[in-house]
T-cell receptor, first 114, second 114 residues
């Protein structure tokens, strides 16, 4: 068990809808990352937060947004969903914002858009 | 930009055989970090190892060993005496000195047959 908690485990929704994925980092970790894993794109970095502030942005669509709250949990909001958004979404956390500590991943949220 | 290549898409072995997974990386950074992650059929991403670019010592952890060769930009992973529980997708990843995200390879699917 990595200590990173993601909810829900599975999500099935229709095109055009909006969903929120939630992540609680490991105790003591200040940095949260979101990744998307799809068959065609592999594991892609979306966004990183450190202690409530956005630190780095990857290939995140404008329809997607995220935030990290004062209690350090994070939410990834996906709106105007398309079939191509179906993927496994991972949250990861680390102690620091940089490279001195490895990322520990949650079990992921599997999103299916129908 | 960071790039990781895992040329082997799938490897199938019989239990107790050794299996080596190749990872070749590209980076312009002097300082960088290399990682291996395991993704079993249950879907979670499990951290296995992190190595920084200044530490070229090989590492052994139980049946797992890693061979880091800066001269060939490779960070290969060997599973000795493989077991069915080793069946998973294995990802090699890289992060740069000022790069807070992990760039993942496409992954190698290892199937260990009893």
């Amino acid at each position: 068990d990595s200590g990173v908690t993601q909810t829900p485990k599975h999500l099935i929704t229709a095109t055009g809808q909006r969903v929120t994925l939630r992540c609680s980092p490991r105790s003591g970790d200040l940095s949260v990352y979101w990744y998307q894993q799809s068959l065609d794109q592999g594991l892609q970095f979306l966004i990183q937060y450190y202690n409530g502030e956005e630190r780095a942005k990857g290939n995140i669509l404008e329809r997607f947004s995220a935030q990290q709250f004062p209690d350090l949990h994070s939410e990834l909001n996906l709106s105007s969903l398309e079939l191509g958004d179906s993927a496994l979404y991972f949250c990861a956390s680390s102690v620091e914002a940089g490279n001195n500590s490895p990322l520990h991943f949650g079990n992921g949220t599997r999103l299916t858009v129908t | 930009a960071q790039k990781v290549t895992q040329a082997q898409t799938e490897i199938s072995v019989v239990e107790k055989e050794d299996v080596t997974l190749d990872c070749v990386y590209e980076t312009r950074d002097t300082t960088y970090y290399l990682f291996w992650y395991k993704q079993p059929p249950s879907g979670e991403l499990v951290f296995l190892i992190r190595r920084n670019s200044f530490d070229e010592q090989n590492e052994i952890s139980g049946r797992y060993s890693w061979n880091f060769q800066k001269s060939t930009s490779s960070f290969n992973f060997t599973i000795t005496a493989s077991q069915v529980v080793d069946s998973a997708v294995y990802f090699c990843a890289l992060s740069g000195e000022n790069d807070y995200k992990l760039s993942f390879g496409a992954g190698t699917t290892v199937t260990v047959r009893a």
